[in-house]
């Protein structure tokens, strides 16, 4: 099976930067993905295609991808950042499969 | 505006049969798979399947394939999800979600259907 590795948990204070990881052995052959998800609210993607932001998502989001490892970056944290990030691969065209990572607790301290 | 609007919470016993739904609007709906995530209490999301509501290929997660049938009426621009036997296990949120080109990821939400089963 194929599974996309993330830290449970990210801490930082109000205007610093944010790094959440994902690692997965295929992601140097696969786009990665990214989603927010607020407590009681649906996923909301802030990142895909490893680095390109959808419209209506703030600036400080970003994304990059380095061999195994894909990272969302935050910059300048904000309170309303607080919520849970999901990294996404896959490609249903080889196989059958999608998979998220298992999450990332972000922390504004 | 796209939008992905799913039915509503549901509260059913162990051994009954269940079919969701998720409708969507402001696009072409027959042009976008269509996928459906697991959200189990306190958990992380997970895959189940997709579904191209144009000729109704249909592609299940190992995990979830004979677990459940996913499929779409492309008329009513609606996807479906359904069980044939419920059990306590299959309690949890699902979301519906369109596939956007390309690259497999998921652009928008439905807002989620909340699934109960309790003898």
Same mark, same amino acid.
Do not use: N
């Given at each position: 099976?194929?599974? #996309?590795?993330?830290?449970?948990?990210?801490?930082?204070?109000?205007?610093?930067?944010?790094?959440?990881?994902?690692?997965?052995?295929?992601?140097?052959?696969? #786009?990665?993905?990214?989603?927010?998800?607020?407590?009681?609210?649906?996923?909301?993607?802030?990142?895909?295609?490893?680095?390109?932001?959808?419209?209506?998502?703030?600036?400080?989001?970003?994304?990059?991808?380095?061999?195994?490892?894909?990272?969302?970056?935050?910059?300048?944290?904000?309170?309303?950042?607080?919520?849970?990030?999901?990294?996404?691969?896959?490609?249903?065209?080889?196989?059958?499969? #999608?998979?998220?990572?298992?999450?990332?607790? #972000?922390?504004?301290? | 505006?796209?939008?992905?609007?799913?039915?509503?919470?549901?509260?059913?016993?162990?051994?009954?049969?269940?079919?969701?739904?998720?409708?969507?609007? $402001?696009?072409? %709906?027959?042009?976008?798979?269509?996928? &459906?995530?697991?959200?189990?209490? $306190?958990?992380?999301?997970? &895959?189940?399947?997709?579904?191209?509501? $144009?000729?109704?290929?249909?592609?299940?997660?190992?995990? %979830?394939?004979?677990?459940?049938?996913?499929?779409?009426?492309?008329?009513?621009?609606?996807?479906?999800?359904?069980?044939?036997?419920?059990?306590?296990?299959?309690?949890?949120?699902?979301?519906?979600?369109?596939?956007?080109?390309?690259?497999?990821? %998921?652009?928008? &939400?439905?807002?989620?259907?909340?699934?109960?089963?309790?003898?």
């Amino acid at each position: 099976s194929y599974d #996309l590795t993330q830290p449970p948990s990210v801490s930082v204070s109000p205007g610093q930067t944010a790094r959440i990881t994902c690692f997965g052995d295929a992601l140097p052959k696969q #786009l990665a993905h990214w989603y927010q998800q607020k407590p009681g609210q649906a996923p909301v993607m802030v990142i895909y295609k490893d680095r390109q932001r959808p419209s209506g998502i703030p600036e400080r989001f970003s994304g990059s991808s380095s061999g195994t490892t894909v990272t969302l970056t935050i910059r300048g944290v904000q309170a309303e950042d607080e919520a849970v990030y999901y990294c996404q691969s896959g490609d249903t065209s080889v196989g059958s499969y #999608l998979v998220f990572g298992g999450g990332t607790r #972000l922390t504004v301290l | 505006e796209v939008q992905l609007v799913q039915s509503g919470a549901e509260v059913k016993k162990p051994g009954e049969s269940l079919k969701i739904s998720c409708k969507g609007s $402001g696009y072409k %709906f027959s042009t976008y798979w269509i996928g &459906w995530v697991r959200q189990m209490p $306190g958990k992380g999301l997970e &895959w189940m399947g997709i579904i191209y509501p $144009g000729d109704s290929d249909t592609r299940y997660s190992p995990s %979830f394939q004979g677990q459940v049938t996913i499929s779409a009426d492309e008329s009513l621009s609606t996807a479906y999800l359904q069980w044939s036997s419920l059990k306590a296990s299959d309690t949890a949120m699902y979301y519906c979600a369109r596939q956007g080109y390309s690259a497999y990821h %998921f652009d928008y &939400w439905g807002q989620g259907t909340l699934l109960t089963v309790s003898s």
